[in-house]
């Protein structure tokens, strides 16, 4: 069965630096989604993204984010300059296209610490 | 925006016991979908149900979406059963974006 994937699974990066956490959404999904969840808080929705384009963002999802389809099959998350505050689980998810149909599926996650 | 109410926000089982986790929200959906978080932080999809009723082994799930609340039950407990199940809702009007609820986190005694 197709799965969304996440690479890396853990990233540790100083407070001030670049990342980018990778997702490869399944292949005939159109629908992708960045969700995060603070150590023992509940999962909050960052940013939607279809057709080459932000749908739909949060009030998280600042300047310092950016979201990208570089090619056809991955799609990415840029955080410009972390904070301590972005060390978080960031989950990846994906949904096909057509009416009816709205049921997510979710990647793994990558588990970003901020030192 | 849509919000999301789970009960309760703890449960300690005995393996092999029944329970029933409720899933509230204030407005109608056309997403549900419920989750295990397991121990490595994974979210787990355990149902896509914005209504009717489905199961899947021990784990069955009801969303009565006229009255805003979907049940997810777990029978004859396990050990693995343990960790935190989340409810999340979407609707069109807010993009179809997954509103989560705050999780009820389930332990079961061997």
């Known amino acids: 069965e197709p799965e969304v994937t996440q690479t890396p699974s853990h990233q540790v990066t100083q407070m001030g630096q670049e990342v980018i956490l990778r997702c490869v959404p399944i292949?005939?999904?159109?629908?992708f989604y960045w969700y995060r969840q603070i150590l023992g808080q509940k999962v909050e929705f960052l940013v939607s993204?279809?057709?080459?384009?932000?749908?739909?963002k949060s009030e998280i999802f600042d300047d310092q984010f950016s979201v990208e389809r570089p090619d056809g099959s991955n799609f990415t998350l840029k955080i410009r300059s972390t904070k301590l505050e972005d060390s978080a689980m960031y989950f990846c998810?994906?949904?096909?296209?057509?009416?009816?149909?709205?049921?997510?599926?979710f990647g793994p996650g990558t588990r970003l610490t901020v030192t | 925006g849509i919000q999301v109410e789970q009960s309760p926000p703890d449960l300690i089982l005995q393996e092999g016991a029944n329970s029933t986790l409720r899933c509230n929200f204030s407005d109608s959906v056309n997403n549900l979908q419920w989750f295990h978080q397991n121990p490595w932080g994974q979210l787990i999809n355990l149902f896509y149900?914005?209504?009717g009723t489905k199961q899947n082994g021990r784990l069955s799930a009801t969303t009565v979406a006229t009255e805003r609340y979907s049940l997810l039950y777990i029978s004859s407990s396990q050990t693995t059963d343990s960790g935190v199940y989340f409810c999340?809702?979407?609707?069109?009007?807010?993009?179809?974006?997954?509103?989560f609820g705050g999780g009820t986190r389930v332990l079961v005694k061997p």
């Open positions: 993204f279809y057709n080459n384009e932000i749908s739909e």
């Open positions: 998810a994906s949904r096909k296209p057509g009416q009816g149909i709205y049921e997510q599926y």
């Open positions: 999340a809702v979407g609707d069109k009007a807010a993009g179809n974006k997954l509103t």
């Open positions: 149900i914005p209504s």
């Open positions: 292949s005939n999904h159109l629908y």
